[in-house]
């Protein structure tokens, strides 16, 4: 399977926002961390596999970018 970059938007912004609103609620941050999901597959493109679709890879993309998400604030609320 080949990634086409060209139709991320249209294909999976969408879906990939309410992913992220479920798990954020904070509409910005969701828009956001879409972009900077898109921004980093396109860095990536080359060590996708095709062994999973690409809203899959993408939406793994996401939920790391969510975990971090977490992450911070879980060290800036034991920081403060």
Do not use: C
């Not at 969408?14 to 972009?35: C, G, M, W």
């Amino acid at each position: 399977m080949t990634l086409n970059p060209h139709n991320w938007v249209s294909a999976h912004a969408d879906y990939l926002y309410s992913f992220a609103i479920t798990r954020l609620n904070d509409e910005e941050q969701a828009k956001d961390l879409v972009q900077e999901t898109f921004l980093a597959a396109l860095q990536k493109v080359n060590n996708f596999e095709g062994k999973s679709s690409e809203r899959t890879w993408l939406t793994a993309i996401l939920k790391n970018k969510i975990i971090d998400v977490y992450r911070k604030k879980i060290i800036g609320t034991a920081a403060g």
